[in-house]
T-cell receptor, first 113, second 115 residues
Framework: DQQVKQNSPSLSVQEGRISILNCDYTNSMFDYFLWYKKYPAEGPTFLISISSIKDKNEDGRFTVFLNKSAKHLSLHIVPSQPGDSAVYFC????????????FGTGTRLKVLA | GAGVSQSPSNKVTEKGKDVELRCDPISGHTALYWYRQSLGQGLEFLIYFQGNSAPDKSGLPSDRFSAERTGGSVSTLTIQRTQQEDSAVYLC?????????????FGPGTRLTVL
């Protein structure tokens, strides 16, 4: 039972345009969400997070949006750069176990120069 | 400024053999996590160590899996009598005292292939 779903395994975007990566979750107890970025042969690195008390968090070119009623979050990258090409994972947890994150299967983003 | 290191980077073994995977966390990090990523799957939590507390082993998929952390630093994940479904990338992460997952630093992983 996949509690965190990333339904798009891959996405291609032209350099300079917006990249939108989507993530859906099923557990209404989740209240903290993160995005990680992973390059080949490296471990994932933390990118941005959002608490359920917010519906938006912005950090430079990266913005995460949370729609609690739809149990949906998205990561926007504007403008996209070739160096953003990587696999992006979303992850979620409930406050009862802050270290036990449920990860999605990842979306491979390719930014075309 | 060394990050989390893992060894070996790749391991190929025969079904039924035991394997040991090693993780060297960042110095001073009290928390250590093991995850695995099977093909087409997300990262799956396996086990969590925090300081001298009893580890949370709730993610270990079977009793063939065990992990220990010696001296609050290096950790070894052992898989006994490996099966083909154990083939995956095994990732280790560490975080500093008081840190949550957004301060997890991951190693590059060990790719395990069970033939």
């Amino acid at each position: 039972d996949q509690q965190v779903k990333q339904n798009s395994p891959s996405l291609s975007v032209q350099e300079g345009r917006i990249s939108i990566l989507n993530c859906d979750y099923t557990n209404s107890m989740f209240d903290y969400f993160l995005w990680y970025k992973k390059y080949p042969a490296e471990g994932p690195t933390f990118l941005i997070s959002i608490s359920s008390i917010k519906d938006k968090n912005e950090d430079g070119r990266f913005t995460v949006f949370l729609n609690k009623s739809a149990k949906h979050l998205s990561l926007h990258i504007v403008p996209s750069q070739p160096g953003d090409s990587a696999v992006y994972f979303c992850a979620a947890t409930g406050s009862s176990g802050t270290y036990k994150y449920i990860f999605g299967t990842g979306t491979r983003l390719k930014v075309l120069a | 400024g060394a990050g989390v290191s893992q060894s070996p980077s790749n391991k190929v073994t025969e079904k039924g053999k035991d394997v040991e995977l090693r993780c060297d966390p960042i110095s001073g990090h009290t928390a250590l996590y093991w995850y695995r990523q099977s093909l087409g799957q997300g990262l799956e939590f396996l086990i969590y160590f925090q300081g001298n507390s009893a580890p949370d082993k709730s993610g270990l998929p079977s009793d063939r899996f065990s992990a220990e952390r010696t001296g609050g630093s290096v950790s070894t994940l052992t898989i006994q009598r490996t099966q083909q479904e154990d083939s995956a990338v095994y990732l280790c992460a560490s975080s500093p005292p008081g840190g949550q997952a957004d301060t997890q630093y991951f190693g590059p992983g060990t790719r395990l292939t069970v033939l």
